[in-house]
């Protein structure tokens, strides 16, 4: 999946934030707080990652099943669309 902006992700006292900036202008189009499993879908998007790669990464990191893991992935996934970021 391609994303529509440049994203920093930077740790912050237990959380990430995630920066999109527009690749030509370098301006600030939105800001996201992300939890860490957030942060490994979103990285792993940027490497281009499909979504079976993804939550394979979750299912060596977390305890949870391959159905929770996907759920995970495809409700991140639909809040980057929503937010006109994916």
Same mark, same amino acid.
């Given at each position: 999946m391609?994303l @529509?902006? !440049?994203i920093? /992700?930077?740790?912050v006292?237990d @959380?990430?934030?995630?920066?999109a @900036?527009?690749? $030509?202008t $370098? $301006?600030v189009a939105?800001?996201?707080?992300l939890?860490?499993?957030g942060a /490994?879908?979103l990285?792993a998007l940027? !490497?281009?990652? !499909?979504t ?5 990464q %979750?299912l060596a990191?977390?305890d =949870?099943?391959p159905?929770e893991?996907?759920a995970? =992935?495809n409700n991140?996934? !639909?809040? %980057? @669309?929503?937010?006109? /970021?994916?």
């Amino acid at each position: 999946m391609k994303l @529509k902006y !440049d994203i920093a /992700i930077q740790e912050v006292a237990d @959380k990430f934030m995630a920066v999109a @900036k527009n690749g $030509e202008t $370098e $301006e600030v189009a939105k800001v996201l707080t992300l939890n860490e499993t957030g942060a /490994i879908i979103l990285r792993a998007l940027q !490497d281009g990652a !499909d979504t079976s790669a993804i939550v394979s990464q %979750l299912l060596a990191e977390y305890d =949870v099943s391959p159905q929770e893991a996907e759920a995970e =992935v495809n409700n991140f996934i !639909d809040m %980057l @669309k929503e937010n006109g /970021i994916a």
